[in-house]
């Protein structure tokens, strides 16, 4: 069993950066995979960015590419989510996903252990 818990949203302007972190415990993470998720209202969940525990292979989503930039800490069990240039359209609440299993997937329910979510705002 995995425990996942972010931290980091909050209110920015267009054009600004936030660093979102994901905690992990319950185990040390070694063949995992973990990512991001959000999702706005009214919208569907949408896949943000994964990462391979042991490789550091990552994937992101086309609308985030070039943006934002995951990556994790083994020492630590912890991810970041390193996000730039910010627009009003990427505000959402944005959950951590792990899972125990190796390979990159775009698929929600391809993820066992969510976290709470935090509020990321973007505001014009």
């Known amino acids: 069993q995995v425990h996942v818990v972010e931290s980091g949203g909050g209110l920015v302007q267009a054009g600004g950066s936030l660093r979102l972190s994901c905690a992990a415990s319950?185990?040390?993470?070694?063949?995992?995979?973990m990512g991001w998720f959000r999702q706005a209202p009214g919208k569907e969940r949408e896949f943000v960015a994964a990462?391979?525990?042991?490789?550091?292979?990552?994937d992101y989503a086309d609308s985030v590419k070039g943006r934002f930039s995951i990556s994790r800490d083994n020492a630590k069990n912890t991810m970041s989510l390193q996000m730039n240039s910010l627009k009003p359209e990427d505000t959402a609440v944005y959950y951590c996903?792990?899972?125990?299993?190796?390979?990159?997937?775009?698929?929600?329910?391809?993820?066992?252990?969510w976290g709470q979510g935090t509020q990321v705002t973007v505001s014009s």
């Open positions: 996903v792990a899972s125990p299993d190796y390979g990159m997937t775009r698929y929600w329910r391809d993820y066992s252990y």
């Open positions: 319950g185990r040390t993470l070694n063949n995992d995979r």
């Open positions: 990462i391979a525990w042991h490789s550091g292979r990552t």
